[in-house]
C-alpha cells in the first residue's frame, strides 16, 4: 500500500513538472509573439488606459515597412478607417470621435492581404460636469505625450519645437507646429480665439496649480488648475465686475471656469459652454432638473395676482433668465428686474422637487 501511494506520488510531480514546463514553454512564446507584434505595429498614442477630455482623440502607431502595407484602424463607436502606408514613412495618425466614458480602438496591420499584427489599447474620456463620467475608473489615469520620451516618436516627420511668437497670432494656423495634430480642436461650430489662432503657450505653459500639482514635470504643456487666474489674464473687464459682486457663484470664485466652458471651442453657442444651459446648470443643482415643476409654480403665482412674465408660465426660460451664472448683489444669484420670483428654486425645492 505504502509503494503504491510513493508510486502515485512520484507520477502527480511528474505530470506537474510537465505542465509547468509546459506552461513556461507556452508563456514564453507568447511573449515572443508580442514582441513580434509590437515590433511590427505600435500604437503610439492613446496611452493604455489614458483617460482624455476632449472628445476628438488622435491615433498615431508605427509600423515596421517592409511587413506592413495596410492598416485598418476601429473604434468601439463603429468608426472605422483604412491607411494604406507610403514609402519611407513609418509613423501615421488618424482622428476619431468619442463620447464620455470607456471605449476601445484597434489597430490591425497587413501585408499583402494577411493579417500580420493586432494591437489594442482601452480609453477613458472624462466629463467635468455628468456625476456618471466624472469620476475616473480604476486602473486608468491621466498621461502625457508631450515630453522627451514620446515626442522622439515623432519628430523624423513633425518638427516637435515650439514655433509661436508670444503675444502674436499665426497668419497662417497651418504654419503652427501644433497644427497637424491637433486641428481637430477647430472641427467645433464655436472656437475661442486663442484656438482659432493656435496661441497655444499662454495657457499652455507647463505650469500646475493646486489640483494638478502632482502632473508636474510630466509635459511641457500643462496648464495650471484651476484655470481662473489665467481666464482672468485677458477677461480683465469680467473679473473685476464679478469680484466687485457680492455674491459669486461658486465655480467662478473657486477659478474653475473650465467646469461649465470649453477653453477651446464648442458645438453649443458662441460662450463656448459644455453643455446647453438647463442640462448645463442642472446637471449640479440636480434637484431643478424638472422645467414642468417651474412652469407649474410659475402660472399658479400668475393665477394668484403676481405680475408674471408668459414666457415664464409658457416654459420660454432656462436658468440664467432668472439667475446671474457668475455673480450678483442679490440673493440666489438673482438678475435685476426679476421682482416677484425671488423664492422660485425654494418653493420647489419644499416641494420635494
Known amino acids: 500500500m505504502a509503494k503504491r501511494i510513493v508510486s502515485c506520488i512520484v507520477f502527480l510531480l511528474l505530470c506537474t513538472s510537465g505542465i509547468s514546463s509546459l506552461s513556461a514553454a507556452d508563456h514564453a512564446a507568447d511573449e515572443t509573439e508580442e514582441q513580434t507584434q509590437r515590433e511590427i505595429l505600435t500604437i503610439v498614442q492613446p496611452f493604455d488606459k489614458g483617460v482624455y477630455e476632449e472628445e476628438y482623440i488622435s491615433v498615431i502607431f508605427e509600423i515596421d515597412l517592409d511587413r506592413v502595407d495596410t492598416i485598418k484602424l476601429f473604434s468601439s463607436e463603429n468608426e472605422r478607417a483604412i491607411i494604406r502606408t507610403e514609402e519611407d514613412r513609418d509613423a501615421y495618425h488618424y482622428t476619431f470621435r468619442f463620447p464620455f466614458g470607456e471605449h476601445s480602438i484597434r489597430a490591425e496591420a497587413f501585408k ?196 408674471i412674465d408668459k414666457r415664464f408660465f409658457e416654459g420660454r426660460f432656462v436658468c440664467v433668465t432668472c439667475h446671474d451664472p457668475h455673480a450678483s448683489d442679490r440673493p440666489y444669484l438673482l438678475r435685476e428686474g426679476y421682482d416677484g420670483i425671488e423664492n422660485v428654486c425654494i418653493s420647489f425645492s419644499e416641494e420635494g422637487g
Open 112 to 307: 499583402d492581404g494577411k493579417r500580420v499584427a493586432i494591437r489594442k489599447v482601452r480609453i477613458y474620456r472624462r466629463a467635468f460636469l455628468s456625476k456618471f463620467y466624472r469620476v475616473i475608473p480604476p486602473g486608468f489615469d491621466k498621461k502625457f505625450f508631450h515630453n522627451e520620451t514620446y515626442e522622439k516618436k515623432c519628430d523624423m516627420c513633425h518638427d516637435m519645437s515650439v514655433n509661436e511668437e508670444e503675444g502674436v497670432a499665426f497668419y497662417d494656423i497651418s504654419e503652427s507646429n501644433c497644427f497637424d495634430c491637433h486641428q481637430s480642436l477647430l472641427y467645433k461650430k464655436f472656437a475661442h480665439a486663442p484656438t482659432v489662432n493656435f496661441v497655444c503657450l499662454p495657457c499652455h505653459n507647463g505650469k500646475t496649480g493646486i489640483k494638478n500639482q502632482k502632473y508636474a514635470g510630466k509635459s511641457k504643456f500643462l496648464w495650471a488648475d484651476p484655470i481662473g487666474d489665467t481666464c482672468f489674464k485677458c477677461h480683465k473687464k469680467n473679473h473685476k465686475k464679478w469680484m466687485d459682486r457680492k455674491n459669486l457663484h461658486d465655480p467662478v470664485g473657486a477659478g474653475k471656469c473650465n467646469l461649465c466652458h470649453n477653453p477651446h471651442s464648442s458645438d453649443v453657442n458662441k460662450n463656448f459652454l459644455r453643455e446647453k444651459v438647463w442640462k448645463l446648470c442642472t446637471s449640479c443643482h440636480a434637484d431643478k432638473r424638472s422645467k414642468r415643476r417651474y412652469i407649474a409654480i410659475f402660472r399658479s403665482r400668475q393665477l394668484g395676482g403676481a405680475k
